[in-house]
């Protein structure tokens, strides 16, 4: 997916999403990356995807997500930035596959059917 998303220029990602990655691939992969291969994959793959940044509107948006929707902080941030940026579809392993928000659909990149 993120290959499509680079090379067809379909998709992209919030400063969240750069911030959670990371995080994740120094410390959690079964082999974590290195300073330096995280370095690249944030210039080669990250950096151009990442279209959605924090402000005031995406945070009030979030927060009213939060309470609409019973969903986590951090997960609302998740949704708003994905409609801030006009999305369609939401690839995501932490939302019921299927579920709406708005015009915005999730779709488990990791669900069969």
């Known amino acids: 997916m993120i290959e499509k998303a680079l090379s067809e220029g379909s998709g992209f990602i919030s400063c969240q999403v750069v911030q959670e990655f990371l995080n994740v691939a120094l410390r959690r992969f079964e082999e974590p990356l290195s300073i330096r291969q995280a370095e690249l994959y944030?210039?080669?793959a990250l950096l151009p995807l990442c279209e959605v940044f924090p402000s005031p509107d995406l945070y009030r948006n979030a927060l009213r997500l939060k309470e609409e929707s019973g969903i986590g902080f951090y997960d609302a941030l998740i949704v708003a930035?994905?409609?801030?940026g006009k999305g369609s579809?939401?690839?995501?392993?932490d939302f019921q596959d299927k579920r709406r928000f708005s015009s915005l659909v999730v779709q488990n990149p990791f669900q069969n059917g």
């Open 89 to 93: 579809i939401l690839y995501s392993e």
């Open 42 to 44: 944030l210039d080669q």
């Open 81 to 84: 930035s994905a409609l801030e």
